[in-house]
């Protein structure tokens, strides 16, 4: 349903420079957009496409004054935009109803009011899920396990037994929680698996992407905090415990028993060794690798993982070696030259 530009600030409880009659019919990015659609700006990187998109308006930092076309001013662009989106959209996702006939539930399972099942779910005995949760078809929730109200798991995401998930949790598709930890004992050439029997422990309001992996505790639990997100593919080995609030990115790696502190960010294929401590607020940067504890509100990045300052002035020093190489070349050229004629 189109809208004109004051009815979406007064939705979104933003301040508009500019014609606010302009009809709104949809949303883009800000790339994308083209006339009749609204766009949001809120990375500085993109500032120079604010005269430059088609879009008919757009939602903005309360940093820009004016622009080419309306604006929308907010405290939180990215937020505002959020609403706006499912508002055009007719709101959240919809998902199925009711328990398909082909789902498979064991002894003892417990269902809480209007809980949704898909067609050849596997629910093992004992299992208890939340008012309003939706398990999506080829779903396996592993005996005794207990999940939350209102949680969404996707298709194909295995949950091994006794694992705890808490509510709201989303879970995408291909997702494995409580597979075992890779625990090994090499003798005499062999290796003899140690038994995982510990869980995973998932809180409230927490995100986990397509095809990861939570491991299960050698012994006690491993733990994702209250709204953490993680990424796809990322791999969170045993006996590891994520604070509340954390950013894990796609293909980050979290080896055993490592602690990582609230609101701590690992970006993008960031490697962590076991038995280290994140501080909380750190962020490590994408693919570095950390080999030892890092304090909270630093910035890491680089192999091994240093302070990030530092990191940057021997990335600057390493970039150098081929120039100082010839530098260093040259003069023992010279030196050997002048060592020639003192002997002469």
Same mark, same amino acid.
């Given at each position: 349903? $189109?809208?004109?530009?004051?009815?979406?600030?007064? /939705?979104?409880?933003?301040?508009?420079?500019?014609?606010?009659?302009?009809?709104?019919?949809?949303? !883009?990015?800000?790339?994308?957009?083209?006339?009749?659609?609204?766009?949001?700006?809120?990375? *500085?990187?993109?500032?120079?496409?604010?005269?430059?998109?088609?879009?008919?308006?757009?939602?903005?930092? /309360?940093?820009?004054?004016? !622009?080419?076309?309306?604006?929308?001013?907010?405290?939180?662009?990215?937020?505002?935009?959020?609403?706006?989106?499912?508002?055009?959209?007719?709101?959240?996702? &919809? *998902?199925?109803?009711?328990?398909?006939?082909?789902?498979? /539930?064991?002894?003892?399972?417990?269902?809480?009011?209007?809980?949704?099942?898909?067609?050849?779910?596997?629910?093992?005995?004992?299992?208890?899920?939340?008012?309003?949760?939706?398990?999506? $078809?080829?779903?396996?929730?592993? !005996?005794?396990?207990?999940?939350?109200?209102?949680? /969404?798991?996707?298709?194909?995401?295995?949950? &091994?037994?006794?694992?705890?998930?808490?509510? &709201?949790?989303?879970?995408?598709?291909?997702?494995?929680?409580?597979?075992?930890?890779?625990?090994?004992? $090499?003798?005499?050439?062999?290796?003899?698996?140690?038994?995982?029997?510990?869980?995973?422990?998932?809180?409230?309001?927490?995100?986990?992407?397509?095809?990861?992996?939570?491991?299960?505790? &050698?012994?006690?639990?491993?733990?994702?905090?209250?709204?953490?997100?993680?990424?796809?593919?990322?791999?969170?080995?045993?006996?590891?415990?994520?604070?509340?609030?954390?950013?894990?990115?796609?293909? !980050?790696?979290v080896s055993g028993s490592t602690t990582i502190g609230k609101g701590a960010t690992l970006a993008g294929q960031a490697g962590l060794v076991g038995h280290i401590n994140i501080g909380e607020g750190a962020i490590v940067a994408a693919q570095a690798g950390v080999t030892k504890s890092v304090p909270a509100n630093t910035i890491v990045s680089g192999y091994p993982a240093q302070e990030h300052e530092l990191a940057k002035r021997v990335n600057a020093c390493v970039q150098n070696l081929p120039r100082l190489y010839e530098t260093v070349r040259k003069l023992q050229k010279k030196i050997q030259e002048l060592e020639t004629?003192?002997?002469?």
């Amino acid at each position: 349903m $189109p809208k004109t530009l004051k009815e979406i600030a007064r /939705l979104i409880g933003g301040e508009i420079v500019g014609e606010a009659d302009v009809v709104i019919s949809g949303v !883009a990015g800000i790339k994308e957009a083209r006339r009749g659609e609204i766009t949001f700006l809120a990375n *500085h990187k993109y500032f120079p496409l604010i005269d430059k998109t088609s879009a008919s308006a757009i939602i903005t930092s /309360l940093e820009v004054a004016r !622009a080419a076309k309306p604006i929308i001013r907010v405290e939180n662009p990215s937020l505002a935009f959020i609403k706006i989106v499912n508002f055009f959209s007719g709101g959240p996702e &919809r *998902h199925f109803k009711g328990v398909h006939p082909s789902a498979v /539930l064991g002894k003892g399972v417990s269902l809480g009011k209007d809980v949704a099942i898909g067609a050849s779910a596997v629910i093992g005995e004992g299992v208890s899920i939340g008012s309003d949760s939706v398990i999506y $078809p080829g779903v396996f929730v592993g !005996a005794k396990s207990k999940i939350g109200n209102d949680t /969404l798991i996707y298709p194909n995401v295995s949950i &091994r037994e006794n694992t705890i998930i808490g509510s &709201r949790v989303i879970i995408h598709s291909g997702a494995v929680i409580g597979s075992d930890g890779f625990g090994f004992i $090499p003798v005499e050439g062999k290796h003899h698996k140690i038994p995982q029997v510990g869980i995973v422990e998932i809180g409230d309001d927490v995100e986990i992407g397509a095809n990861a992996a939570i491991d299960r505790a &050698r012994f006690d639990k491993t733990v994702i905090g209250c709204g953490t997100k993680i990424d796809n593919l990322v791999h969170i080995a045993h006996n590891v415990v994520l604070g509340e609030n954390c950013i894990i990115i796609a293909q !980050a790696g979290v080896s055993g028993s490592t602690t990582i502190g609230k609101g701590a960010t690992l970006a993008g294929q960031a490697g962590l060794v076991g038995h280290i401590n994140i501080g909380e607020g750190a962020i490590v940067a994408a693919q570095a690798g950390v080999t030892k504890s890092v304090p909270a509100n630093t910035i890491v990045s680089g192999y091994p993982a240093q302070e990030h300052e530092l990191a940057k002035r021997v990335n600057a020093c390493v970039q150098n070696l081929p120039r100082l190489y010839e530098t260093v070349r040259k003069l023992q050229k010279k030196i050997q030259e002048l060592e020639t004629k003192l002997k002469a």
